[in-house]
């Protein structure tokens, strides 16, 4: 009796209807990557406030569908509700623009490489150091990046 029963269970629990998860990317941009780190190749960019379909979670990696294409995002990247404006983001911004300020802050030249190239440009700095890191990353693949971490040197505790 108690068998039929793990059968019936069973076969309604595989037969039941997979519920997709959606978030929402709560920053600026996201860079979907083809794997699970920024050596990967890009699959697509999604701006804040852009609906992703979970496809998998693989740690603090998530596996994700946008547009056709999947790829990963780091959990980090993304809420389980769409993010409205950032008021105190938006007000500084209009307060630094209104009074000829530059539109790039030291903390937005923080996100990443291509805005920390817009600060430099901006601050009349010379950009050749940034233009090297971003040249000698593009030369880390995806499968150097793997047997790397796999060695043990990098990455979550094992």
């Excluded at 519920?19 to 083809?34: C, G, P, T, Y």
């Excluded at 852009?50 to 980090?76: C, H, N």
């Excluded at 490489?113 to 593009?138: C, N, T, V």
């Amino acid at each position: 009796m108690n068998s039929r029963i793990a059968v019936a269970l069973t076969i309604v629990a595989l037969s039941a209807p997979v519920l997709a998860e959606d978030v929402f990317v709560k920053q600026n941009s996201v860079v979907i990557r083809a794997g699970k780190g920024s050596a990967y190749e890009e699959v697509a960019t999604a701006k804040k406030g852009d609906k992703l379909e979970i496809v998998a979670r693989e740690g603090s990696w998530l596996k994700v569908k946008s547009g056709g294409r999947e790829g990963y995002v780091f959990q980090t990247a993304v809420a389980d509700t769409k993010p409205g404006g950032d008021f105190g983001a938006d007000l500084g911004k209009a307060f630094s623009n209104a009074s000829g300020g530059n539109t790039a802050s030291s903390g937005e030249a923080g996100k990443g490489l291509g805005e920390s190239l817009e600060y430099a440009r901006s601050k009349g700095m010379s950009p050749a150091g940034l233009d090297r890191m971003i040249a000698l990353r593009k030369t880390v693949t995806g499968k150097d990046w793997e047997a790397f971490t796999a060695e043990g040197k990098v990455g979550p505790a094992k």
